[in-house]
Every structure is written in C-alpha cells, then in structure tokens.
C-alpha cells in the first residue's frame, strides 16, 4: 500500500530535478551595477567594454589613477555610465572604502568580477616573504574583501553574480610562477566553497580559470632572475596563436558564464587539456611539469633577486615578431606608457 507521503515526495523529487536541469533565466545586465577590479587595463578593460556594450552601469577601480581615467575616458566614449575609484587592493581598509563608494553612488550593486591581479615570474628561491604575501593581497584577500562588502546588499535582494578570475595555475602550479599559482589556488578554493554557501540565497558564484591570453600584460609583469631570459620565454608563450587565447574572446565568454550563472569556466582547449591531464595522470602532469622547470632560465646574475617590470626586461627576443599578437594586444587594452603608446 503506497503512504500518503509518496505523492508529496515523487512531486518535491520533480521539483528538484526540474530546477537542475531547467534552463534558466536569461540574466540582462542592461542597467545592472557592475562592479570590476583591475578594468584600467588588460583583461578588466576588454571586460569593462563587453559590459559598456550590454548596458551595465560601471564601477571601475584601479591602482594608477592615470590608466584609470584612460580607461574610464574610452568607455564614457561608448555612452557607459561609469564610476571610477582608485584604489590600491592591497590594502582591505581602502577595498571597503571602495565598495562603499559604490554602494552610495549607485545604491547597490549587481554583479561583482574580481579580476585584479599581478603575475610574479622568476625561480623560487628568488622570491622573498613580500612576493608571497603581495600575491595573496591581490588574489585572495582583496577578492574576499570585497566580496564580504558587497554581498549584503545582494543578499538582501536575493539576486546577485560574482565572478573569480582565478587562472590555469591555480589548478596546475607552473614553475618560476609560484607566488602566483599558490594565491590563485587560494581564489579557487574560496570561490568554489562560496558559491556552495550562498546557493539558497539566490547569488551565483562562478570560478573562471583562464589559460593563457593575450592581454598584452607580460610588459607590466614583474620578473627574477635572469629577467631578460624569463621576460621573453613568458611574453613569447603569451602570444603563441594556437596556445593563448584573445583577451576579447576570452571576455565574451566571461561575461556569458556570469549570464548562466555557471558554476565554473575553464578557458581555452589547450588548459581545459591540461587539466584532464593533471586529473587523470598526475604523475606523468608533476614529471612534465619538472622537465619544464630544468629548461627554465637559470638565475646566475648578481641582481637576480631584484624584481624588474616586463617592459625593462627587454631583449633581441622580446619584443619581436614572436611577441607581435601580445605586444599588438597591449597597445588595445591600455598596456603602454601614455607617451611610448601613442608615439
């Protein structure tokens, strides 16, 4: 004899799997707030202009306070209504603040990407306690805060999206990227755990790992060792056409993945590649990965501690005809000095 319970739970079971797999909502970013870090240039930027362009209302922030009102004068020119905040993410009291100005200026806030960043090239044992503890001011510590500022207001409406911009190497640490890959870990963990959390309250995390993309941001890296030599063989990987991906394509699918909710995005075929390697074989991932370690520049200047930008680490390899798509990429996304730039 069936229990009067059954009809009741047969119906919650369809409820649940209908809301799995139902197809959702087609979420409209026209006059959403978005909030984006790091937009001054790079990846943020080429963001900043998929966003202009859907509608949203932007909140962008950033460091230098000159790339700031660059960026902000090309997306005023695209009719985006635009706050722009500088701010240096390394420090939680000023991320508050930041997240707070834009709460009063707009009165809410939609969808948060945390995309700032900084990329640390160089052997381990050049890197000091600094290079560590500024990797994780950026990417964990600084997303954290302005998650914990902003979700509130999210909550309290019941709606929201949240974007990560982990990386490839938070998934898969490469050599002489350290500092780096041990804080994108820490973004993909806090990410994946949070949108667990926040699941009932109606605001979606999604976790993006991109592969490599050319942003045009090697020049504004920071380099050890033997800075020209790890200087180029970063920026020609950058640019390799079948192994980076556009920043531009890398935004549309981005900013979809926010759309859809999506819990997580793997970008690019030859990371999503990596990473079924990394799962599947991780013996044979971690032997690679230490043959490609042993062929690595070798630090055997005297300055070799000395930390160095991309653009001051030049050699007859870097820039050059290898580097062409991430050095054109650069002069797109307000990557070059203002005078070299517009020489």
Known sequence: MMSSSEPHDKKRSRSILSRIFSRPRRYDFAGRVVLLTG??????????RRFAKEGARLAICARDRNELLRAGQELGALGAELLEVACDLSDRAEVRSMVAAVLDHYGRIDVVINNAGTIGVGPVDMMRESDWERAMDLHFWAPLETMKTALPSMRARGNGRIVNISSIGGRIAFPHLL?????????????????????ESGVKVTTVYPGLMRTGSPRNATFKGNHAAEYAWFAISDSLPFVSMSAERAARRIVEACREGRAELVLSIPAKLAVIARALFPGVTAWALAQVAKRLPKATNPDATMSRLGKDSTSK??????????????????????????A
């Open 39 to 48: 937009a001054s240039r790079g990846l943020g930027l080429v963001l900043a």
């Open 179 to 199: 500092p780096y890959a041990a804080s994108k870990f820490a973004l993909g963990g806090l990410s994946e755990g949070l949108r667990s959390e926040l699941a």
């Open 317 to 342: 390899l870097a820039p050059s005809f290898l580097t062409l798509l991430s050095d054109r990429a650069a002069a797109r996304n307000n990557e070059l000095d203002p005078v070299k730039g517009h």
